[in-house]
């Protein structure tokens, strides 16, 4: 099988009929055996379904993708992806463990941005990241001798009832980020920054240095008929809507009946203490 995802420096390009490469990925066994990266060759939104066609693609991963793009996609037996955001390698590590579907659903109305970068290991940047990530900077209130340095660190996460939700010694991969620049939440940041090497360290976080206080204003009931594709989702199901600037955003469906559906644009860990144990493996 063969996976194309739209491409720009690592990241998801939001965009399909503009982007200027796809990374694809070769996979058996339902695991990643290889990847390249391919320019579009200036295509527009219709040649580049006959594109990816001529290269074998069997699935593609993208952010945004209007109708005709659709149309083209699936005349050529191509399956769509959309809606997707974040690290490209990520995205299909999620795809392959079935955790990024196609939610075939836009809405236009205006619910704020909602956007996390990506919430833990679903398809997005990877980690516990906040929405400053990134850059060079550093956030203003956190000190210590890591801040601004690119550490690799591995970690679990749990909540207050000992639920582990998170683990990347679970996934054999230490995390990488470079402290205090936004990258992480607030709360992992802080407990890093002055960590020496082969240390581990007990973090507990409140909500206001994690993913916040669950937000009432993030939650949305709509006409189902106001929502393309709204009609076939279900409650609980986990999926991206796109705000006015066309940036997709992950929601749950937290209510649906037959003429309203509800979606809750709090990240899953909102409202909720964290604890987590983080070992700091390498300054790089």
Do not use: W
């Amino acid at each position: 099988m063969k996976i194309a995802v739209t491409y720009d420096n690592g990241n998801v390009f939001q965009h399909f009929g503009k982007t200027e490469n796809f990374k694809v990925f070769e996979v058996e066994d339902n695991k990643v055996v290889s990847s390249e990266i391919i320019g579009s060759n200036g295509s527009g939104h219709g040649a580049l379904a006959g594109l990816l066609a001529d290269k074998s693609i069997d699935v593609l991963i993208c952010g945004g993708i209007g109708g005709g793009a659709q149309q083209a996609l699936a005349n050529a037996g191509i399956e769509l992806c959309a809606g997707a955001s974040g690290d490209v390698d990520a995205a299909v590590e999620a795809y392959l463990a079935g955790e990024l579907v196609n939610s075939g659903v836009n809405c236009d109305h205006h619910h704020g941005e909602g956007h996390d970068c990506g919430h833990h290991e679903e398809g997005g940047c990877g980690g516990h990241e906040g929405c400053g990530g990134c850059g060079s900077h550093t956030v203003p209130g956190i000190e210590g001798p890591n801040v601004g340095k690119k550490v690799r660190v591995h970690y679990k996460g749990t909540l207050n009832d000992g639920t582990q939700f998170d683990s990347s010694y679970d996934r054999g991969e230490p995390l990488e980020f470079v402290c205090g620049a936004g990258m992480m939440i607030r709360g992992f940041d802080v407990a890093v920054a002055d960590m020496k090497v082969g240390e581990i360290k007990d973090a507990h976080m409140e909500p206001k240095d994690a993913y916040g206080e669950t937000d009432p204003n993030a939650i949305m009931t709509v006409e189902i008929n106001q929502v393309p594709g709204a009609e076939n989702l279900e409650k609980g199901q986990r999926v991206y809507l796109t705000n006015p600037m066309g940036q997709p955003f992950p929601v749950t469906v937290t209510e649906k009946t037959d003429t309203e559906i509800t979606f809750d644009a709090n990240h899953e860990l909102a409202g909720k203490e964290l604890n987590f144990q983080i070992e700091l493996v390498e300054i790089l």
